[in-house]
């Protein structure tokens, strides 16, 4: 997964199971409504920074990935520590 630099820094992410038997729950009323997909990537493997742009955890049953840096994860720590 490439990072992707769209609109008003929006972030991708994915989700990829071994078996459909890991997806526990899809809710996609329409477009306009809060969507939700819930499932298990297992037992947990790895997680790193992959591309340096790139969460992914690796799980016994699949992976999930995220556009995301460790500089956005510093910088939203910061504002949370604000805030608080």
């Known amino acids: ?3 992707n630099k769209g609109a008003q820094g929006r972030r991708v992410f994915l989700i990829e ?8 729950k899809v809710n996609v ?7 939700m997909v819930e499932g298990t990537i297992g037992a947990l493997k790895r997680a790193e920074f992959v591309e ?5 955890l690796e799980g016994t049953e699949g992976v999930l990935g995220a556009d995301l840096a460790k ?14």
């Open 1 to 3: 997964m490439a990072r």
């Open 17 to 24: 199971l071994d078996s459909g038997d890991d997806l526990l």
């Open 29 to 35: 009323p329409n477009r306009s409504q809060r969507t």
């Open 52 to 56: 340096e742009t790139v969460l992914e």
């Open 71 to 84: 500089e956005d994860l510093v910088r939203s720590g910061r504002r949370r520590s604000r805030a608080s």
